[in-house]
């Protein structure tokens, strides 16, 4: 098992950038995939980015079609940190955001299943005003 701890978020203008973070102990060597999500009140949860991570082969980004050019997914492996750039933020951006692992390698469709994850963070209040 894998136990993520968030940080970052809070409160931002639209058009503003804040940057979450998260931290990743336990066995989050070999392959894997890293992924934010978001809900917002009243909303299902939804796919914001996902990084991929395999021994010996460059990891695969994917991005929400609505964050695509906006937010920024990146990795610091030597940390076990993944990062969340968010710029350009709008008030429907505004949404506890989750970081999530799964010790998988995934394509495109499968990264984007809130499913496949079995790890989650504590979830980060983001907060657009207009």
């Known amino acids: 098992q894998v136990q993520l701890v968030e940080s970052g978020g809070g409160l931002a203008q639209a058009g503003g950038s804040l940057r979450l973070s998260c931290a990743a102990s336990?066995?989050?060597?070999?392959?894997?995939?890293m992924g934010w999500f978001r809900q917002a009140p009243g909303k299902e949860r939804e796919f914001v980015a996902a990084i991929t991570r395999s021994v010996g082969l460059p990891g695969f980004i994917y991005y929400g079609d609505s964050v695509k050019a906006r937010f920024t997914i990146s990795a610091d492996n030597a940390k076990n940190t993944v990062y969340l750039q968010m710029n350009s933020l709008k008030p429907e951006d505004t949404a506890v955001y989750y970081c999530a692992h799964a010790p998988n390698f995934c394509s495109d469709n499968a990264c984007r299943q809130d499913g496949l994850y079995n790890s989650w963070g504590q979830g980060s209040q983001v907060t657009v005003s207009s």
């Open positions: 336990g066995r989050t060597d070999g392959t894997g995939v």
